[in-house]
């Protein structure tokens, strides 16, 4: 498994179960760390149903068993790769679970978090190990504890926070790539994750404020589209004072791949419709602040996150 033969999971949502069910299924010793949804891991394993994204229903379902579930994580101890997959608003809750899941200097730390500041939280706190950030142009959705629904396969970009760790970065994307996932390493993190937002705080974003819509009812609303592109328009200028191009062909095919999802649920939506935090700092203030401290109003987006904010105000 490329120096990843075993790898503990923290956060078993929609991401964290379907890119850690596919290393289980390669041959990795996956090791779940979880909580309410334990008994059923136990029971019935990772189920992994791949979808027809024209909406022809079912079309395979791949089951595996994890080599452990646990509720703590002296349980499982010191792991070859922990993948973080837990929402990013409980990244200082996980601390503690992670102390015990990582050895010094040899654990690779994989963050599968929306936004931006992720990789540089852990980083602080584990300095002598690899910090990775992973990327997940996908469409799952969790239906149950332990299973989750794929729509879109899509692709995964992983990079190490300022290409620190180049090779740690190279072997995790080998054994993503030996899993069965399009896989590749992103040269340049930053510009990964701006090019990332450009879809996460559009359809995110505006799948919330407008009324709890699908992204195809977004795409259906002319104004919405507008506004969607001038959020991307934002991200791509303040991604340009950093150094990254993001091209107008890259964000036309932001709509033309959400076109593609059909009626699709954006993951903060899911969180917003279910009472649990959104990710609202992460996805949207960091990006607005790091803009700001350049220089750029960045008005759009500064009402995006007035209006998230204002909507979350009773469960952040």
Request: charged letters at 20%; aromatic letters at 6%; one cysteine or more.
């Amino acid at each position: 498994m490329n120096g990843m033969n075993s790898v503990a999971l923290v956060g078993p949502g929609a991401v964290g179960l379907y890119y850690g069910g596919l290393l289980a299924r390669s041959g990795a010793a996956l090791h779940v760390l979880a909580r309410s949804d334990a008994t059923a891991l136990r029971e019935d394993g990772i189920q992994m149903r791949m979808m027809d994204p024209r909406g022809g229903g079912l079309i395979a379902t791949h089951g595996v068993t994890p080599a452990s579930v646990e509720r703590k994580a002296a349980m499982i101890g010191a792991v070859d790769c922990v993948i973080i997959a837990a929402k990013a608003t409980v990244n200082s809750d996980v601390l503690s679970s992670l102390q015990a899941l990582v050895k010094p200097r040899r654990t690779a730390l994989l963050t599968l978090q929306n936004g931006m500041g992720n990789a540089e939280f852990f980083a602080d706190h584990f300095p002598e190990n690899p910090v990775l950030a992973g990327l997940c142009f996908v469409c799952v959705t969790r239906t149950a504890p332990g299973v989750v629904e794929n729509y879109l396969p899509g692709r995964v970009e992983i990079g190490s926070l300022q290409e620190r760790y180049p090779e740690a970065a190279m072997r995790v994307v080998a054994a993503f790539v030996e899993a069965g996932i399009q896989c590749q390493q992103s040269a340049v993190l930053d510009f990964a994750l701006w090019r990332k937002l450009c879809w996460n705080v559009p359809f995110n974003g505006l799948a919330i404020v407008a009324g709890g819509m699908t992204t195809d009812l977004i795409l259906a609303d002319s104004e919405l589209v507008r506004r969607a592109r001038r959020l991307m328009n934002e991200l791509q200028a303040t991604a340009a004072l950093c150094g990254h191009v993001i091209t107008d062909s890259f964000l036309q095919g932001q709509f033309d791949v959400t076109e593609a999802m059909g009626a699709y649920q954006p993951s903060s939506l899911i969180d917003f419709l279910d009472g649990r935090a959104v990710e609202v700092e992460a996805i949207f203030g960091e990006p607005l602040r790091r803009g700001q401290s350049m220089g750029l109003a960045m008005p759009e987006l500064s009402k995006l996150y007035a209006e998230l904010l204002e909507a979350v105000a009773d469960r952040q």
